[in-house]
């Protein structure tokens, strides 16, 4: 991966991180150049980082500690369950990670990736720009990295991931819209009630207009849905560890945002994990929604088997829970159907060995 501007930029961000925003140049907007660490404790980071018009923050949460996934390498993995946003010029997500799926914003609360302006793709790649080289500063930063390396490390990867599939864009490749109809019934779970608690999500509703930087009156462009599903051995070679990674496009092909899992280890975008190869990763297009129905699992979710991004049952290893590989399904098949539904491996006596494929 390139950086034309890394050698300039890191000078300005590393005079922005030793000074906390103190004495740094601001632009006649008022906003201040370099980085700014706005909060640090044990379990929260956030930092505001502007060079010229390029602005993003960034949200590291550690919400506990993770399952034991069997990892080769388990110190390589970070032992919290985290949540990683980070929003660009106009405070929008367009680069998060979750356990399960979209991440919750300890101070916002829940988070879509439905814009609300539309997205410019130069200020799309510049923002992802600074938050690669915002990363890399805040990596040699010892009072930072010492306490949140593993999460440095994953948001490095994600955002570099992300940042190659943006340049790329969707290359035409989009497979037949299927449809939640067309889903197979034995892929489905009993149905979860219809309302009250455990009741489906209500699909986001959506909006839209022409022009960079302008709030959305009227739908006008259908979006794309990447997704692709990467795998890494587990130790005594008795399966895999896997999770999914989803982009989303405009019609125009500028990016929109990106969503990472881990579900319950390694990130889908670490360099150790591999694409499980075949069909993946699969776009689909054509599609209303810019968000598929891939939300997080939280302690409200009541649904009997899924919904929630990966599996709302337990982890575990024994029937009626679930492991990796059955929440690596259930986020594929959000996405492919584009639909909240309950799906049988999640609480089925048959916990999935492997990572599945993009059928």
Known sequence: MKHTRLATILLTLLFGVITAGCGAESPADGTEQGIVITRQTETDLRIAAANGESRITVTVHRTGLRETEFILDPGSVSPYEYDLI????????????GNYGMPTDPDAGGLSLEPTVMLDQREQIGDLQLAIETVMTLQGQPGVSGR????????????NSTLNGANDMVDGRIVPEPTPEAIPPEL???????????ANPA??????DAGVGVVRQAYTAPFSHRVGIFYDPVFWDWGDHSAVFLEIYDCYGTFVGSISTRNHGREATDPAMSSVGGACPKTYGGRANAMPPFQPYVATDTFWYGDAGGCGTSYGF????????DDSAAEYWNVKYNSASSWATCGDAALRQYAPACD
């Not at 489905?188 to 455990?198: C, D, Q």
């Open 148 to 159: 949140f390396h593993w999460e440095l490390r994953s948001l490095f990867h994600l955002v």
């Open 86 to 97: 980070v929003r660009n010029r106009h405070g929008f997500p367009f680069v998060t990670s």
């Open 318 to 325: 024994t029937s009626g829970t679930h492991v990796c590989n």
């Open 203 to 208: 699909k986001p509703t959506i909006s839209g």
């Open 188 to 198: 489905l779970a009993p149905a979860p009630p219809s309302s009250g608690a455990g």
